[in-house]
């Protein structure tokens, strides 16, 4: 755990610097990614996207059933950041990421902003399929595919490949590193203030699940 100060700077850390997989965590740093190329004047909030059955992921994914519905689903790159950080819609997310340059491009955000100890993975695909022992394949973004699949390895295949991921999480994030970058985000130190203003904006609407 880490708490920081936002008034008065000071940080308290317990194993502040162990690496925790971050998974649905990482959607903070697409989107930065792509308000940062917002401010670039790389691409606007209003831009249109779409999205086909090629771009659905897996899991959690509310968006499916529009592109399901008519095969393709004509949105933008706000709606897309709404659904992605308040609904931790998975489809949403990979195709903001696809669209400012791929895992690449987040990690060298990651990089220039000098915000330390924070891995950005593959993206959401491949991400939970080396999780569970699998290689990705596109039929596993459709309902029900991905766990029979999973089901059918061999529970030593399974559990090797989920303690390989715990053990040295290829999203792995020091909570110090990610307290620091809030803090520095909310200071207006990562983005425009324009898009500093979306972003904790669209963050503070964010609701917790019911379950959670």
């Known amino acids: 755990i880490s708490v920081r100060s936002l008034e008065w700077g000071w940080q308290v850390d317990a194993n502040g610097d162990r690496r925790m997989p971050q998974q649905s965590v990482s959607k903070l740093w697409v989107a930065m990614t792509v308000l940062d190329a917002r401010d670039k004047g790389r691409l606007t909030l209003d831009d249109p996207v779409e999205l086909t059955r090629e771009h659905l992921t897996l899991f959690h994914q509310p968006i499916a059933s529009l592109v399901v519905r008519d095969g393709v689903y004509r949105t933008t790159v706000r709606e897309l950041l709404l659904r992605a950080m308040q609904q931790s819609d998975n489809t949403a997310n990979d195709r903001l990421l696809t669209l400012?340059?791929?895992?690449?491009?987040?990690?060298?955000?990651?990089?220039?902003?000098?915000?330390?100890?924070?891995?950005?993975?593959?993206?959401?695909?491949?991400?939970?399929?080396?999780?569970?022992?699998?290689?990705?394949?596109?039929?596993?973004?459709?309902?029900?595919?991905?766990?029979?699949?999973?089901?059918?390895?061999?529970?030593?295949?399974?559990?090797?490949?989920?303690?390989?991921?715990?053990?040295?999480?290829?999203?792995?994030a020091a909570p110090s590193a990610i307290a620091l970058a809030l803090a520095r985000l909310k200071a207006g130190e990562l983005l425009s203030a324009s898009s500093t203003n979306f972003l904790t904006t669209v963050m503070s609407g964010t609701r917790t699940g019911k379950a959670r």
């Not at 695909?125 to 595919?145: I, K, N, P, V």
């Open 100 to 172: 400012v340059g791929g895992p690449q491009a987040v990690r060298a955000f990651i990089a220039d902003r000098g915000l330390g100890e924070i891995r950005f993975g593959p993206g959401e695909r491949l991400l939970q399929a080396g999780t569970a022992g699998l290689r990705w394949d596109q039929r596993y973004s459709m309902a029900g595919e991905f766990q029979r699949a999973r089901a059918a390895l061999p529970p030593t295949v399974r559990r090797a490949a989920f303690d390989s991921y715990v053990a040295d999480p290829v999203d792995g």
